[in-house]
């Protein structure tokens, strides 16, 4: 049974920093895709950045570029997602997610993943 656990969410100022974790379980990340997702209230879950997908590359929205960084753990089957100069409208639920296979183009498509963790909150003030 493949479990995606989630922590590191949490209240900071806009500029601040915070590190997500999500180790899984019951699967392995070796060869396969995972990415972090969000979702605000009131929108759509939207792609935040991607490892492992289409070849083993990163990828990232384009509002994130520059400030968060997605890296993976192999030996503790675990990905993260530093997240650097936080800005209010980051707040949202932030979800790990894993696939088997993941074409690039499709990287940050949420339909694309089939395990999803229960989500970690990340709140950003002004």
């Known amino acids: 049974q493949v479990q995606l656990v989630e922590s590191g969410g949490g209240s900071v100022q806009a500029g601040g920093s915070l590190r997500l974790s999500c180790a899984a379980s019951?699967?392995?990340?070796?060869?396969?895709?995972m990415g972090w997702f969000r979702q605000a209230p009131g929108k759509e879950r939207e792609g935040v950045a991607s490892v492992g997908c289409g070849g083993g590359l990163t990828y990232y929205t384009d509002s994130v570029k520059g400030r968060f960084t997605i890296s993976q753990d192999n030996a503790r089957n675990a990905i993260y997602l530093q997240m650097n100069s936080l800005k209010p409208e980051d707040t949202a639920m932030y979800y790990c997610?894993?696939?088997?296979?993941?074409?690039?183009?499709?990287?940050?498509?949420?339909?694309?993943?089939?395990?999803w963790g229960q989500g970690t909150q990340v709140t950003v003030s002004s």
């Open positions: 997610a894993a696939a088997p296979w993941v074409a690039r183009e499709n990287a940050l498509h949420p339909q694309s993943y089939s395990y």
């Open positions: 019951g699967y392995s990340n070796r060869r396969n895709c």
